[in-house]
Protein backbone atom coordinates (compact mmCIF):
# COMPACT_ATOMS: atom_id res chain seq x y z
CA UNK A 1 0.00 0.00 0.00
CA UNK A 2 2.85 3.14 0.47
CA UNK A 3 5.48 3.29 -1.90
CA UNK A 4 8.41 3.70 0.48
CA UNK A 5 9.52 7.15 -0.83
CA UNK A 6 11.70 7.82 2.35
CA UNK A 7 13.27 4.48 1.77
CA UNK A 8 17.25 5.15 2.90
CA UNK A 9 16.26 8.34 4.36
CA UNK A 10 17.21 9.26 7.66
CA UNK A 11 16.54 12.39 10.36
CA UNK A 12 15.30 13.85 13.25
CA UNK A 13 11.32 14.57 14.52
CA UNK A 14 11.08 17.32 17.08
CA UNK A 15 7.47 18.23 18.77
CA UNK A 16 5.53 14.79 19.39
CA UNK A 17 4.11 15.31 22.42
CA UNK A 18 1.08 12.46 22.15
CA UNK A 19 -1.60 11.09 19.88
CA UNK A 20 -2.81 14.41 18.35
CA UNK A 21 0.33 16.06 17.56
CA UNK A 22 1.16 16.59 13.94
CA UNK A 23 4.59 15.44 14.52
CA UNK A 24 3.43 12.17 15.96
CA UNK A 25 1.29 11.83 12.25
CA UNK A 26 4.25 12.70 10.65
CA UNK A 27 6.26 10.01 12.52
CA UNK A 28 4.04 7.17 11.47
CA UNK A 29 3.65 8.15 8.04
CA UNK A 30 7.75 8.81 7.62
CA UNK A 31 7.89 5.59 9.13
CA UNK A 32 5.34 4.24 6.51
CA UNK A 33 7.10 5.28 3.64
CA UNK A 34 10.80 3.70 5.58
CA UNK A 35 11.70 6.61 6.87
CA UNK A 36 14.11 6.34 9.97
CA UNK A 37 13.53 8.34 12.34
CA UNK A 38 14.99 9.96 15.95
CA UNK A 39 12.19 11.61 17.82
CA UNK A 40 13.02 14.58 20.19
CA UNK A 41 10.93 16.56 22.91
CA UNK A 42 12.29 18.79 26.04
CA UNK A 43 12.43 16.10 29.25
CA UNK A 44 9.36 17.64 30.63
CA UNK A 45 7.36 16.33 27.43
CA UNK A 46 8.63 13.08 28.08
CA UNK A 47 7.44 13.17 30.83
CA UNK A 48 3.86 14.41 30.41
CA UNK A 49 3.35 12.86 27.11
CA UNK A 50 3.26 9.62 25.66
CA UNK A 51 6.34 9.92 22.79
CA UNK A 52 7.37 6.27 24.18
CA UNK A 53 4.15 4.55 22.45
CA UNK A 54 5.17 5.68 18.98
CA UNK A 55 8.77 5.21 19.66
CA UNK A 56 7.94 1.37 20.55
CA UNK A 57 5.53 1.41 17.11
CA UNK A 58 7.94 2.92 14.91
CA UNK A 59 11.35 1.61 16.92
CA UNK A 60 13.07 4.19 17.06
CA UNK A 61 15.09 6.02 19.89
CA UNK A 62 13.80 9.31 21.64
CA UNK A 63 16.63 11.70 22.57
CA UNK A 64 15.51 14.54 24.89
CA UNK A 65 16.90 18.29 24.09
CA UNK A 66 14.82 21.47 24.56
CA UNK A 67 15.16 23.45 21.24
CA UNK A 68 16.45 26.49 23.18
CA UNK A 69 19.55 24.92 24.10
CA UNK A 70 22.27 24.85 22.19
CA UNK A 71 23.68 23.07 24.01
CA UNK A 72 20.93 20.56 23.86
CA UNK A 73 20.72 20.87 20.11
CA UNK A 74 24.69 19.95 19.79
CA UNK A 75 24.40 16.74 21.71
CA UNK A 76 21.24 16.01 19.43
CA UNK A 77 22.60 16.45 16.40
CA UNK A 78 25.79 14.48 16.88
CA UNK A 79 23.97 11.60 18.82
CA UNK A 80 21.87 11.51 15.73
CA UNK A 81 24.35 11.33 13.33
CA UNK A 82 25.80 8.45 14.96
CA UNK A 83 22.80 6.65 15.51
CA UNK A 84 22.36 6.84 12.30
CA UNK A 85 26.15 5.86 11.51
CA UNK A 86 25.92 9.08 8.65
CA UNK A 87 24.53 12.81 7.82
CA UNK A 88 21.06 13.44 8.15
CA UNK A 89 18.09 13.87 4.92
CA UNK A 90 15.16 15.43 6.91
CA UNK A 91 14.22 17.53 9.72
CA UNK A 92 11.00 18.33 10.94
CA UNK A 93 11.00 21.15 13.49
CA UNK A 94 7.32 20.88 14.83
CA UNK A 95 7.38 23.21 17.89
CA UNK A 96 5.03 25.96 19.51
CA UNK A 97 4.49 27.42 22.78
CA UNK A 98 3.13 30.80 24.04
CA UNK A 99 3.57 31.45 27.50
CA UNK A 100 0.75 34.80 27.29
CA UNK A 101 -1.36 32.21 25.46
CA UNK A 102 -1.04 29.60 27.98
CA UNK A 103 -1.70 31.97 30.92
CA UNK A 104 -4.40 34.06 29.14
CA UNK A 105 -2.96 37.46 28.56
CA UNK A 106 -4.20 39.64 25.75
CA UNK A 107 -2.48 40.71 22.99
CA UNK A 108 -3.10 44.21 24.56
CA UNK A 109 -1.77 43.69 28.07
CA UNK A 110 1.88 41.12 27.15
CA UNK A 111 3.85 40.34 29.32
CA UNK A 112 7.46 40.73 27.69
CA UNK A 113 9.62 38.18 29.64
CA UNK A 114 6.88 35.63 28.85
CA UNK A 115 6.48 37.18 24.67
CA UNK A 116 10.56 36.62 24.52
CA UNK A 117 10.59 32.95 26.21
CA UNK A 118 7.63 32.42 23.17
CA UNK A 119 9.78 33.82 20.84
CA UNK A 120 12.65 31.70 21.63
CA UNK A 121 10.80 28.55 21.74
CA UNK A 122 8.35 28.98 18.99
CA UNK A 123 11.27 31.22 16.58
CA UNK A 124 14.64 31.17 17.15
CA UNK A 125 14.87 27.51 18.22
CA UNK A 126 14.90 26.99 14.46
CA UNK A 127 17.19 29.20 13.85
CA UNK A 128 19.56 27.40 16.63
CA UNK A 129 18.91 24.16 15.14
CA UNK A 130 19.81 25.24 11.27
CA UNK A 131 23.01 26.44 12.67
CA UNK A 132 23.66 23.48 14.36
CA UNK A 133 23.38 21.74 11.54
CA UNK A 134 24.82 24.06 9.01
CA UNK A 135 28.16 24.64 11.60
CA UNK A 136 28.67 20.47 12.13
CA UNK A 137 27.63 20.27 8.48
CA UNK A 138 25.00 17.15 9.47
CA UNK A 139 22.93 16.99 6.88
CA UNK A 140 23.28 15.23 3.42
CA UNK A 141 23.11 17.13 0.08
CA UNK A 142 18.95 17.26 -1.52
CA UNK A 143 17.94 16.75 2.39
CA UNK A 144 14.75 18.86 3.29
CA UNK A 145 13.80 21.13 6.60
CA UNK A 146 10.49 21.94 7.41
CA UNK A 147 8.97 23.71 10.17
CA UNK A 148 5.39 24.09 10.64
CA UNK A 149 3.37 27.24 10.77
CA UNK A 150 0.00 29.18 10.96
CA UNK A 151 -1.19 32.25 8.39
CA UNK A 152 -1.53 34.22 11.16
CA UNK A 153 1.84 35.43 10.13
CA UNK A 154 0.31 37.18 7.12
CA UNK A 155 -3.31 37.77 7.93
CA UNK A 156 -4.93 38.88 11.49
CA UNK A 157 -6.33 36.33 13.94
CA UNK A 158 -6.48 38.60 16.89
CA UNK A 159 -6.78 35.60 19.46
CA UNK A 160 -3.66 33.93 17.79
CA UNK A 161 -1.78 36.65 20.10
CA UNK A 162 2.05 36.96 19.93
CA UNK A 163 1.83 33.62 18.20
CA UNK A 164 0.94 35.64 15.26
CA UNK A 165 3.99 37.34 15.11
CA UNK A 166 6.67 34.36 16.27
CA UNK A 167 5.04 32.35 12.80
CA UNK A 168 6.08 35.61 10.71
CA UNK A 169 9.69 35.25 12.33
CA UNK A 170 9.96 31.35 12.01
CA UNK A 171 8.82 32.05 7.96
CA UNK A 172 11.38 34.91 7.92
CA UNK A 173 14.24 32.61 9.19
CA UNK A 174 12.93 30.14 6.84
CA UNK A 175 13.60 32.62 3.96
CA UNK A 176 16.98 33.71 5.32
CA UNK A 177 19.25 30.60 7.02
CA UNK A 178 17.30 28.51 3.48
CA UNK A 179 19.25 30.74 1.35
CA UNK A 180 22.41 29.60 2.41
CA UNK A 181 21.65 25.88 3.67
CA UNK A 182 20.74 26.10 0.18
CA UNK A 183 23.92 27.61 -1.57
CA UNK A 184 26.76 25.89 1.04
CA UNK A 185 24.74 22.52 1.76
CA UNK A 186 22.31 22.18 -1.64
CA UNK A 187 19.50 21.54 1.09
CA UNK A 188 15.84 22.82 1.08
CA UNK A 189 14.00 24.72 3.65
CA UNK A 190 10.73 25.46 3.51
CA UNK A 191 7.74 26.30 6.14
CA UNK A 192 4.19 24.70 5.74
CA UNK A 193 0.63 26.49 6.77
CA UNK A 194 -1.25 24.42 8.47
CA UNK A 195 -5.13 24.33 8.97
CA UNK A 196 -6.49 24.79 12.53
CA UNK A 197 -5.82 21.36 14.10
CA UNK A 198 -6.60 19.93 16.98
CA UNK A 199 -3.64 19.34 19.52
CA UNK A 200 -1.95 20.26 22.80
CA UNK A 201 -1.29 23.62 20.97
CA UNK A 202 -4.03 24.23 19.02
CA UNK A 203 -6.30 24.10 21.97
CA UNK A 204 -4.55 26.63 23.68
CA UNK A 205 -5.77 29.10 21.47
CA UNK A 206 -8.87 31.18 22.71
CA UNK A 207 -11.99 30.57 20.72
CA UNK A 208 -9.94 27.66 18.53
CA UNK A 209 -13.92 26.02 17.93
CA UNK A 210 -14.81 29.30 15.89
CA UNK A 211 -11.47 29.43 14.02
CA UNK A 212 -12.20 25.50 12.82
CA UNK A 213 -15.24 26.01 11.63
CA UNK A 214 -14.83 29.32 9.84
CA UNK A 215 -12.12 27.82 7.78
CA UNK A 216 -14.12 24.69 7.45
CA UNK A 217 -16.55 27.06 5.77
CA UNK A 218 -14.33 29.21 3.68
CA UNK A 219 -11.88 26.41 2.31
CA UNK A 220 -13.07 25.00 -0.79
CA UNK A 221 -11.56 21.53 0.20
CA UNK A 222 -12.56 22.11 3.94
CA UNK A 223 -9.67 21.71 6.53
CA UNK A 224 -6.77 19.95 6.40
CA UNK A 225 -6.17 17.02 9.03
CA UNK A 226 -2.94 16.51 10.78
CA UNK A 227 -2.94 13.23 9.20
CA UNK A 228 -2.89 14.76 5.54
CA UNK A 229 -0.29 17.26 6.96
CA UNK A 230 1.71 13.70 7.29
CA UNK A 231 1.44 13.01 4.03
CA UNK A 232 2.65 16.64 2.50
CA UNK A 233 5.24 16.42 4.74
CA UNK A 234 6.34 13.30 3.49
CA UNK A 235 6.31 14.64 0.24
CA UNK A 236 8.24 17.19 0.93
CA UNK A 237 10.95 15.07 2.33
CA UNK A 238 10.99 13.00 -0.86
CA UNK A 239 13.05 13.69 -3.88
CA UNK A 240 10.10 14.58 -5.73
CA UNK A 241 10.61 17.51 -4.33
CA UNK A 242 14.42 18.84 -4.65
CA UNK A 243 14.31 21.93 -5.97
CA UNK A 244 11.23 23.62 -3.59
CA UNK A 245 12.87 26.23 -1.53
CA UNK A 246 12.40 29.39 0.75
CA UNK A 247 8.66 28.65 0.39
CA UNK A 248 5.75 29.44 2.75
CA UNK A 249 3.54 26.44 1.32
CA UNK A 250 -0.24 26.82 2.22
CA UNK A 251 -1.63 23.19 3.41
CA UNK A 252 -5.22 24.34 4.21
CA UNK A 253 -7.91 23.60 1.89
CA UNK A 254 -7.67 26.62 -0.25
CA UNK A 255 -8.48 28.81 2.86
CA UNK A 256 -5.55 31.39 2.22
CA UNK A 257 -6.58 32.23 -1.40
CA UNK A 258 -10.68 32.55 -0.38
CA UNK A 259 -12.08 36.49 0.13
CA UNK A 260 -15.32 35.19 1.32
CA UNK A 261 -17.18 31.48 0.64
CA UNK A 262 -20.48 31.41 -0.23
CA UNK A 263 -21.29 29.53 2.84
CA UNK A 264 -20.48 32.12 4.86
CA UNK A 265 -22.01 34.41 3.10
CA UNK A 266 -25.75 32.88 3.46
CA UNK A 267 -24.69 31.92 7.14
CA UNK A 268 -24.21 35.76 7.44
CA UNK A 269 -27.62 36.82 5.30
CA UNK A 270 -29.74 34.53 7.85
CA UNK A 271 -32.60 36.01 8.92
P1 LIG B 1 1.63 20.00 20.07
O1 LIG B 1 1.35 20.68 21.36
O2 LIG B 1 1.30 18.57 19.96
O3 LIG B 1 3.16 20.23 19.66
C1 LIG B 1 3.95 21.32 20.13
C2 LIG B 1 5.26 20.72 20.57
O4 LIG B 1 6.24 21.72 20.89
C3 LIG B 1 5.10 19.85 21.83
O5 LIG B 1 5.51 18.53 21.55
C4 LIG B 1 6.03 20.52 22.83
O6 LIG B 1 6.58 19.63 23.78
C5 LIG B 1 7.07 21.11 21.88
N1 LIG B 1 7.94 22.08 22.56
C6 LIG B 1 7.54 23.14 23.34
N2 LIG B 1 8.63 23.76 23.84
C7 LIG B 1 9.72 23.11 23.34
C8 LIG B 1 11.12 23.29 23.48
N3 LIG B 1 11.64 24.26 24.25
N4 LIG B 1 11.95 22.41 22.85
C9 LIG B 1 11.45 21.40 22.08
N5 LIG B 1 10.14 21.20 21.90
C10 LIG B 1 9.28 22.03 22.53
O7 LIG B 1 0.80 20.84 18.99
P2 LIG B 1 0.83 20.87 17.37
O8 LIG B 1 -0.42 21.57 16.98
O9 LIG B 1 1.11 19.53 16.84
O10 LIG B 1 2.02 21.88 17.07
C11 LIG B 1 3.08 21.58 16.21
C12 LIG B 1 3.41 22.78 15.34
O11 LIG B 1 2.36 22.98 14.40
C13 LIG B 1 3.59 24.09 16.11
O12 LIG B 1 4.64 24.84 15.52
C14 LIG B 1 2.25 24.77 15.86
O13 LIG B 1 2.32 26.17 16.01
C15 LIG B 1 2.03 24.35 14.41
N6 LIG B 1 0.68 24.54 13.91
C16 LIG B 1 -0.39 24.06 14.62
C17 LIG B 1 -1.68 24.30 14.17
C18 LIG B 1 -2.85 23.85 15.00
O14 LIG B 1 -3.97 24.37 14.79
N7 LIG B 1 -2.69 22.89 15.90
C19 LIG B 1 -1.95 25.02 12.91
C20 LIG B 1 -0.75 25.43 12.21
C21 LIG B 1 0.51 25.20 12.71
Redo the contacts with the bound molecule.
Sequence with gaps: MYNKILKGKKGII?????E?????KVSERVWEEGGDIVL???P??LRM?NIDHLASKIDCPVIP????SLNDLEELVESAVSHFGGKLDFIL?????SVNVRKGKEYTDLNYEWMKKGWD??AV?FHKLMQVLYKKDSMNEWGSII????IAAQRTFPNYND?ADN?AYLESIARSFGYFMGKDKNVRVNTI??????????QG?KG?EGFLKYAQKTSPLGNAS?KECADYVVMMFSDYTKKVTLQNLFHDGGFSSVGVSQEIIDFLEKK
Excluded at 93 to 97: D, Q
Design positions: FGALDNSIAWTNTVAGADATHSIGMISTALTYMKSQSPTITTAGVLA
